[in-house]
């Protein structure tokens, strides 16, 4: 468990001056410090200079750790009209290059008591001496992709003769990306995928209906049934001939036989 961490009185005081504008200064920064294994949070110091100066201040002291805030003033065409700029508060956590490993061992554990000294932060940024991104257009660039707010920042003020125009950079309800800025491959929209279509395209022939089935009526099936009937196949029909014929001939024959007879019983024999 980490010892307790000493914090100086004047923190506080410093930042309720810088906090509610009853001061001229636009900065303040705090270090931390570490004796055997104490730890402390002492001020460092203020300023009238803004971003630049206390940029120029932390270039100089790669061997130390500090945290402070700077305040930003931007304002939109409401806010120029109205002569009351936007305040906002950028807070940064410097670790210079040549801070040793214990003392980062240290003020890691402490970072989120650290933090809460300053309650109210709009952006903030882990930067050491080379300041990457902490610089003007990088910051008014943040401001407006992270603002909850439809803004259209003409100017930001970050101290005595830095003032940066955005040219207009706008944003959109609930987009917190700003229009102007780039977009990330990563987080663009996918395009629909277009197949390549070739030069030339033969026309393509009419498509043909389907053949329907030829539906016949009833009275046409029971004629087709009749014909079937009335006309059996050629051998079916050439048989009944022939069976025709024995019977008439069977026919002739009786009756050949019963003339016969009646003659014979005409004529009978002398003899008797």
Not at 55 to 63: A, D, G, I, N, R
Not at 66 to 73: A, C, L, R, T
Not at 78 to 96: D, E, H
Request: proline share 8%.
């Amino acid at each position: 468990m980490a010892n307790k961490m000493k914090i100086d009185p004047q923190i506080a005081e410093t930042w309720e001056k810088l906090s509610k504008g009853k001061t001229e200064a636009n900065w303040m920064a705090v270090e931390f410090k570490k004796q055997n294994k104490d730890t402390a949070l002492e001020l460092m110091g203020q300023g009238e200079g803004g971003l630049d100066e206390i940029s120029k201040t932390l270039k100089q002291v790669p061997e130390k750790v500090i945290f402070g805030v700077v305040k930003v003033k931007f304002s939109d065409e409401m806010a120029t009209q109205k002569g009351s700029p936007y305040v906002k508060f950028i807070y940064f956590r410097f670790l210079g290059s040549k801070v040793s490993v214990m003392t980062r061992g240290f003020v890691t554990p402490r970072l989120g008591s650290i933090d809460e000294v300053f309650p109210v932060k709009h952006l903030s940024y882990d930067i050491d001496e080379n300041l990457t991104k902490f610089d003007q257009k990088s910051i008014a660039s943040d401001f407006l992709r992270v603002s909850d707010n439809k803004v259209e920042a003409s100017t930001f003020d970050f101290g005595p003769n830095q003032v940066y125009q955005s040219q207009n950079q706008k944003i959109v309800n609930n987009n917190k990306q700003p229009k102007n800025d780039y977009v990330p491959k990563n987080k663009q929209k996918d395009k629909p995928k277009v197949e390549p279509q070739p030069d030339y395209q033969p026309p393509q022939p009419d498509p043909q209906p389907d053949p329907q089935p030829d539906i016949a009526n009833d009275d046409d099936k029971e004629d087709q049934n009749e014909n079937n009937e009335e006309a059996p196949p050629e051998d079916q029909y050439e048989a009944q001939q022939e069976l025709q014929q024995e019977e008439e001939q069977q026919q002739q024959d009786n009756n050949d036989n019963d003339n016969d007879n009646i003659d014979n019983n005409d004529n009978p024999n002398e003899d008797d």
